[in-house]
């Protein structure tokens, strides 16, 4: 189990550098340039220069940053990010367990520490506010993202992803639930920090949001952690509703095309008002999840 674990996070962390490259090459083209293409054929070698030059790069640390905190919160991060690949439905001996959505919020939840942990070590008021906006904003759009699951919980009666692809091997639950889905995608938008919801980062008043002070592997670690939660989410969202078994082609196929709408997204949107972004997650998203929760489960008291 701890070999086919460890093929996997290499699997994840060689997929995160051709994201990276993936979202330069999708920016480039949106803004009519071309974005990386000298190193390699066609730029492939461009991640792994990047991961060179961060790595090298020289670390440095505030004088009155809180030691271990500053330093163990992107490691943290980025484990809880990988940890959370181990509910995804392998056939390889890995965690398939009875209850995994709910060792999937259980981690989504651990998310906000380090978030929060990395904002107040730094010792710096940009990366405090940074982390309080982020707290403040992850915090509301999980309350979605639960009520959401539970919704799917209720349709197949499982805590179990493995059964959310046998039922939908006649039909795709985006047909069955298309508003439900939008409300999901806008969620992991919100919950991941992307355009246009990226208000931990708002460079014009937070220079560079809770990671202003990191520079270097620390650096390198949260930007890790946050490409690893796209595909994470891209591969739920593919699990969710549009259906798919894990050893299929199929299935990558729609993950890369939800990680590709991501990035489209943030080519294309403004970023919003952050008090527009509360409105949202409490008044819209709030609401229409909790009406498709009782709508499934008066439907499932219908039928039972």
């Known amino acids: 189990m701890i070999v086919s674990y460890l093929m996997l996070m290499v699997c994840v962390l060689v997929g995160v550098a051709f994201v990276t490259l993936l979202e330069r090459k999708i920016l480039g083209y949106i ?16 991640p792994f ?40 439905p392998y056939e390889l001996g890995l965690m398939n367990f009875d209850m995994g959505v709910l060792f999937f919020l259980c981690c989504l939840s651990l998310g906000v520490y380090p978030l929060m942990s990395a904002g107040w070590a730094s010792n710096c008021k940009y990366s405090l506010l ?8 992850t915090i509301s759009y999980e309350v979605s993202l639960a009520l959401i699951l539970l919704s799917y919980v209720f349709l197949i009666s499982s805590f179990s992803f493995t059964e959310l692809s046998y039922y939908q091997e006649s039909v795709w639950f985006i047909w069955l639930t298309f508003p439900l889905s939008m409300v999901w995608l806008g969620s992991c938008l919100a919950e991941m920090n992307r355009t246009p919801f990226d208000f931990a980062e708002g460079e014009s ?18 930007f890790m952690a946050e490409y690893v939660s796209i595909l994470f989410m891209s591969g739920v969202s593919t699990l969710l509703f549009l ?4 050893l299929s082609l199929g299935f990558y196929v729609k993950l890369v095309m939800i990680s590709f709408a991501f990035i489209w997204v943030r080519g294309t949107l403004p970023r919003l008002r952050y008090d527009k972004l509360m409105y949202m997650a409490w008044k819209s ?13 008066g439907m499932k008291m219908i039928l039972v």
């Open 31 to 46: 803004q009519i340039r071309k974005g990386p293409n000298k190193l390699g054929i066609l730029g492939l070698f461009q």
């Open 49 to 88: 220069s990047d991961a060179v030059k961060l790595f090298l790069k020289e670390q440095n640390s505030p004088a009155m940053s809180n030691f271990l905190p500053y330093y163990l919160s992107p490691v943290f991060g980025l484990f809880v990010a990988l940890i959370l690949w181990s509910v995804i």
């Open 130 to 137: 940074g982390s309080l906006r982020a707290v403040a904003q």
């Open 205 to 222: 008043e937070l220079v560079s949001g809770f990671n202003t002070e990191y520079s270097s592997g620390g650096f390198v670690l949260i």
């Open 243 to 246: 259906g798919g078994n894990v």
């Open 285 to 297: 998203f709030l609401p229409m999840s909790l009406n498709f929760l009782i709508f499934f489960m």
